[in-house]
Every structure is written in C-alpha cells, then in structure tokens.
Antibody
Framework: QVQLQQPGAELVKPGASVKMSCKAS????????MHWVKQTPGQGLEWIGA????????SYNQEFKGKATLTADKSSSTAYMQLSSLTSEDSAVYYC???????????WGQGTLVTVSA | EIVLTQSPTTMAASPGEKITITCSAS???????LHWYQQKPGFSPKLLIY???NLASGVPTRFSGSGSGTSYSLTIGTMEAEDVATYYC?????????FGAGTKLELK
C-alpha cells in the first residue's frame, strides 16, 4: 500500500532553515509528482509546489519561490523540502502528497509540524 | 490563479439531515480536475470525491458530488456524527493548484 512517511515535528529558530523529508513506499517513486502543501489555521491549505522525481523537474507557487526548495532522492524514494529564512509566519503543518494525473491527491503524509521559535 | 470560494464557511446539521456545500471557481474548470477532501482534527486531508463525482475508495455512498464549469457541490445525503469535519474543494486544472477555504461541518 502507498505510504508517505514524514517526521512529526521540527522546532527551528527564526532566521534558520529546515529540511523536511517525505519517504515514499508502495509505488514507483519516479512515476508520480510529489506535492507539498502548507496548512495554517488562518490560511487553510496552500499549495507550495511539486517535484517530479523521475527527472527532478519542479513547479512552485509564486508565493513560495525563494522560500521553498524541493528535491528528491531516487535511491531512497524520499522527497525533501527545504524552507529558508524562517519566520513565525512559516510555523505550520507541512504535508507531502502524491499527485495524481488529474491534479488531485489520493495519498498524503501525516504532516510535519514546524514551529519557528527562539 | 483560480480562486475557489466555498459556502457556507461553517454549518451545523442534525443526524439524518441532507447537507450541501458549494464551491465556486473564479474561472471555468474541467470537471475532471475538481476534487473534494475531508479533514478531521489532527489528521491529514482525505480524498473524498475525485473528478467532481467519483467516490474515493471506502467513502460511504451517502456522499456525492456534482457540478461543471465554475459551480460545484458536495452533498451528504443523510448526516451522520462521523461526518463532523472540515471539507475542502481543490482544483488540479491549472497552476498554482488551489484549495477552497474550507467548510466546517458540526453536529447540531
């Protein structure tokens, strides 16, 4: 069965960066886009971007360009998202989700809660 | 960017009641690219309906979806206590992918 495993939480200081992981299993990692979604109580669900692990192609929401960097390691079937220059506005739950061909997301990770605090 | 506007923002329903949530798009979307999710507190969103009207695996048949163009809806035929959740529509038609702001469904 398809599984996307994410670490539960990260505590980071303002101004620092964080790199979070999403380990995929149960399907051919290189055949599907991996998407990242931010969730905050005030902003709901926001699409950050996606990476196609097969060739490394990426797409970003303009709102997150310069903030998020997506990468993928085919050898370990793991997708990564690095967030830089963190502020309190980056405190949120971040989900990875496997993209389907119709642009929907049938499979989601459990989410990583990022807390930005000194 | 395609903006999805959901209505209502919150609602309360009694068991057995019929519920309809609407999702209005700022531009026309092919029905093949409109999806609905259910999210319960502390959990990831769960795909509920894909491509406007197709039930995801394991979803009870009291859920249904319809629509076309810029107007879509999610219906719960008879409300049950386990349906308490927040529901989101999402379009996969054009980048950036976008979600509606959500409809919080509570039990009356």
């Amino acid at each position: 069965q398809v599984q996307l495993q994410q670490p539960g939480a990260e505590l980071v200081k303002p101004g620092a960066s964080v790199k979070m992981s999403c380990k995929a299993s149960g399907y051919t990692f290189t055949n599907y886009n991996m998407h990242w979604v931010k969730q905050t109580p005030g902003q709901g669900l926001e699409w950050i971007g996606a990476i196609y692990p097969g060739n490394g192609d990426t797409s970003y929401n303009q709102e997150f360009k310069g903030k998020a960097t997506l990468t993928a390691d085919k050898s370990s079937s793991t997708a990564y998202m690095q967030l830089s220059s963190l502020t309190s506005e980056d405190s949120a739950v971040y989900y990875c989700a496997r993209g389907d061909y119709d642009g929907g997301f049938a499979y989601w990770g459990q989410g990583t809660l990022v807390t930005v605090s000194a | 960017e395609i903006v999805l506007t959901q209505s209502p923002t919150t609602m309360a329903a009694s068991p057995g009641e019929k519920i309809t949530i609407t999702c209005s798009a700022s531009s026309s979307i092919s029905s093949s690219y409109l999806h609905w999710y259910q999210q319960k507190p502390g959990f990831s969103p769960k795909l509920l309906i894909y491509r406007t009207s197709n039930l995801a695996s394991g979803v009870p048949t009291r859920f249904s979806g319809s629509g076309s163009g810029t107007s879509y809806s999610l219906t719960i035929g008879t409300m049950e206590a386990e349906d308490v959740a927040t529901y989101y529509c999402q379009q996969g038609s054009s980048l950036p992918l976008t979600f509606g702001a959500g409809t919080k469904l509570e039990l009356k």
